[in-house]
């Protein structure tokens, strides 16, 4: 007896120092623990347009968003110039926004690191069912002849007038028309995408609209779309993350991992997904490559 209560006591020591070990080691947080824990305590800021909220995009994709990374991002919903801004002066951490030639003159001057694409959709001309300039009948597909149309027929068109991507889309049309367009018919709201469609509906008037956004309230409002098709209304969003030498506040690991979530194939689909089963048509294509 004695033998093999001998024998058995290495393997009763042996099992009483494993079950300490674990007992240090369950206390103990391991660096994956860690390393997620600081980012679930992780915050970025996301500068972008009035259509990615107003369409309700945002809604859809940042709580998936914090739910992969932990990360949560604080959206600042500006015109695309603002948003630009914010980010020549450093106040954002990530840009996404829809004017690519003001977004690579960001990039050139070394205020963003790298622009990449990430979905399209279109802009249309909206306004009354009654049209009284006739564009849909005078200039359905040709953005440029409808707003001749409007200029010439004094007819109500309402402008962002904010330097937002859609502003300045509306503003190259007016060039590429040969028009200053000024006078009481002509107003300049200063206001984002929702509240300019609301103004819009309430004349009676025109108005330049990316589509999500007028998809998004076509229930609740009277105007429809009266121009579109024309490869000028293409509308493209991009995404930039601040150059983080801007200052020492600005999350650069957590831009570059916003970056990567909404240019992945999950991040894709469910852009590509996103208004189907409600407008019976996706409000943004998706196009990252």
């Given at each position: ?5 001998n024998?058995?006591?290495p393997?009763?020591i042996?099992t009483?120092l494993?079950?300490?070990?674990l007992?240090?080691?369950?206390c103990?947080?391991t660096?994956?623990?860690e390393a997620s824990?600081q ?7 996301l500068a ?9 995009l945002l809604?859809e994709?940042?709580?998936i968003?914090k739910?992969?990374?932990g990360?949560e ?8 110039g603002k948003?630009?801004q914010?980010g020549?002066?450093?106040e954002?951490?990530v ?9 690579e003159?960001?990039v050139?001057n070394?205020?963003?690191?790298e622009?990449?694409n ?8 909206i306004?009354?069912?009654?049209d ?7 200039a359905?597909n040709n953005?440029?002849d ?6 010439e027929?004094q007819?109500t068109f ?5 330097d937002?991507?859609?502003h300045?889309?509306?503003?190259s049309?007016?060039k ?5 367009p000024e006078?009481?018919w002509?107003?300049?709201?200063g206001?984002?995408?929702g509240?300019v469609?609301q103004?819009?509906?309430e004349m009676?008037?025109?108005t ?24 000028r209304?293409?509308n493209?969003y991009?995404?930039?993350?601040v150059?983080?030498?801007?200052n020492?506040?600005?999350n650069?690991?957590?831009?570059q991992a ?5 240019l992945s194939?999950k991040?894709?689909?469910l ?6 089963d ?5 409000l943004f ?5």
């Open positions: 007896m004695i033998f093999k209560k024998l058995k006591s393997w009763l042996m009483l494993l079950l300490l070990i007992s240090f080691t369950g103990t947080s660096p994956t623990e824990e980012i679930e305590n992780s915050s970025i800021i972008t347009t009035t259509s990615t909220q107003d369409s309700g809604d994709l940042l709580p968003f739910e992969d990374t990360i991002a604080k959206v600042v919903a500006v015109g695309t948003a630009l914010m020549v002066d450093g954002a951490d840009l996404l926004v829809h004017a690519k030639a003001s977004e003159e960001l050139a070394g205020d963003g690191l622009r990449f990430v979905m399209y959709n279109d802009f249309v001309v306004g009354p069912e009654s009284p300039a006739a564009v849909s009948e005078k359905p953005v440029v409808a707003f001749k149309v409007i200029c027929t007819s309402v402008s962002r007038g904010d937002s991507g859609t300045k889309k509306e503003l049309v007016w590429a028309s040969d028009i200053t006078g009481d002509y107003i300049s709201a206001k984002g995408m509240d469609i103004m819009a509906n009676m008037g025109y330049l609209s990316d589509r999500a956004t007028y998809l998004a309230m076509s229930n609740s409002i009277e105007i429809i779309p009266l121009v579109e098709g024309d490869e209304l293409f493209q991009g995404v930039i993350a150059n983080p030498e801007k020492e506040m600005i650069a690991e957590g831009a916003f970056i990567d979530w909404i194939e991040a894709q689909e852009i590509g997904g996103f208004g189907i409600q407008y019976g048509q996706p294509v998706p196009n990252a490559q």
